[in-house]
């Protein structure tokens, strides 16, 4: 076997995917939790959907040689797995491949959809943006937006309620000027008389 620049730590993962598969296999339970507790198990390898597959060859290779699996040639159980990794690998390639690149539909294309949908009064007239919105980004701005129309709200009432606060303290600093003025003003007067 060729197991590459990772050979110990693939060597040891089939071991231990084996050891796990002959353990399922060994268990008393019914097909259905059998298969259950299989994918659980592989869920850690991401392959849970492989989970069928690898039981149905666990049970086959049971049937045709009653031994243990981990004892098992090493080479069957080798390929196997790494047959099913190739198959889930290619797969996922397979998935990849048929998605979409780029823009499904130029500016020219959107804009005719756009006037037909009008035509059929699917669309409100007016101008329609067709841009992509990061929602997230969406989200982060609309807090954000939140946030400023609340602090300017309590900046308002701060400075509304300072304003307020301002005139009351100069209107008592005039009134208590206006009292010591008069004060003065009666004592100079007594003052003023005495002489």
Not at 21 to 32: F, N
Not at 59 to 87: H, K
Request: overall charge negative; proline content about 2%.
């Amino acid at each position: 076997l060729d197991w590459g620049e990772n050979g110990a730590d693939d060597e040891a993962t089939v071991e231990y995917i084996c050891s796990g598969l002959d353990a399922v296999l060994d268990s008393e339970e019914d097909r259905s939790q059998r298969l259950q507790e299989l994918a659980e198990f592989l869920e850690a390898y991401e392959a849970a959907h492989l989970s069928e597959a690898v039981l149905d060859w666990g049970e086959g290779a049971r049937r045709d040689s009653p031994v243990d699996l981990t004892q098992n040639t090493g080479a069957d159980m080798a390929s196997e797995v790494q047959r099913l990794l190739a198959a889930d690998a290619a797969d996922l390639a397979a998935q990849k491949d048929l998605l979409p690149r780029g823009p499904v539909l130029d500016d020219a294309d959107k804009a005719l959809v756009l006037r037909a949908s009008q035509g059929l009064d699917l669309v409100p007239d007016g101008d329609v943006e067709f841009e992509a919105r990061n929602i997230n980004k969406q989200a982060v701005s609309d807090y954000q937006a939140l946030v400023r129309l609340e602090s300017a709200a309590k900046h308002a009432e701060k400075v509304a309620r300072d304003k307020a606060a301002l005139a009351l303290d100069r209107a008592r600093k005039a009134e208590a000027k206006k009292k010591a003025q008069e004060r003065c003003k009666k004592n100079e007067a007594r003052r003023n008389g005495r002489t």
